[in-house]
T-cell receptor, first 118, second 114 residues
Framework: NAGVMQNPRHLVRRRGQEARLRCSPM?????VYWYRQLPEEGLKFMVY????????ESGMPKERFSAEFPKEGPSILRIQQVVRGDSAAYFC????????????????FGPGTRLTVL | QQQVKQSPQSLIVQKGGISIINCAYE??????FPWYQQFPGKGPALLIA?????SEKKEGRFTISFNKSAKQFSLHIMDSQPGDSATYFC?????????????FGQGTILTVHP
């Protein structure tokens, strides 16, 4: 039973380039969340998606960042024109649904993509 | 109001001792409180979680104590082992416009000396 998969695990980009981070949720999970972890800090929520829908993007920077979760294929977090401050670990998590009384609907995390901007 | 405050930032415990990490929150709309364990270079792994209608939950050496009136919860690791050395994050789910979003504490770096 494969867990959440993320690729690439490490990504190096020069300032101004684009970064694309991919996340495949656990089998049977239809909800995807992206979090960012800066060095020596906790995880910060970025965006919550369901298939073909953005549910909450309150944690996304207003510019250069976008996310999608198409009907087929992985979820993509795209960072355009990267800057050094974008260097961080980006984690994807998935859950079977968002919550409610029936279960905990735990979020399970992938191994992360470590982005380094030169 | 969306913050989760975690303490201490770092903790050193002798093997066999009890590790205690505390978290506090303000938003009463939070409805689920998980703890995650993270090793260097890895993703956070779900350790144990609790809902606010329960005051305590125990799984093996790990126990969550929950005080709804004080809006505080804590993780106790009994018989701490060197293999428990990791960063621990508390989190809270819900509140605001997103039911699914987790708000994390700042993390506690636990070191267990042999």
């Amino acid at each position: 039973n494969a867990g959440v998969m993320q690729n690439p695990r490490h990504l190096v980009r020069r300032r101004g380039q684009e970064a694309r981070l991919r996340c495949s949720p656990m089998k049977g999970h239809s909800h995807v969340y992206w979090y960012r972890q800066l060095p020596e800090e906790g995880l910060k929520f970025m965006v919550y998606l369901q298939k073909e829908n953005i549910i909450d993007e309150s944690g996304m920077p207003k510019e250069r960042f976008s996310a999608e979760f198409p009907k087929e294929g992985p979820s993509i977090l795209r960072i355009q024109q990267v800057v050094r401050g974008d260097s961080a670990a980006y984690f994807c998590a998935s859950s079977p649904s968002s919550g409610g009384e029936s279960s905990y609907n735990e979020q399970f995390f992938g191994p992360g993509t470590r982005l380094t901007v030169l | 109001q969306q913050q989760v405050k975690q303490s201490p930032q770092s903790l050193i415990v002798q093997k066999g001792g009890i590790s205690i990490i505390n978290c506090a929150y303000e938003n009463t709309a939070f409805d689920y409180f998980p703890w995650y364990q993270q090793f260097p270079g890895k993703g956070p792994a779900l350790l144990i979680a609790i809902r606010p209608d329960v005051s305590e939950k125990k799984e093996g050496r790990f126990t969550i104590s929950f005080n709804k009136s004080a809006k505080q919860f804590s993780l106790h690791i009994m018989d701490s082992q060197p293999g428990d050395s990791a960063t621990y994050f508390c989190a809270a789910r819900g509140g605001g416009t997103s039911y699914g979003k987790l708000t994390f504490g700042q993390g506690t770096i636990l070191t267990v000396h042999p």
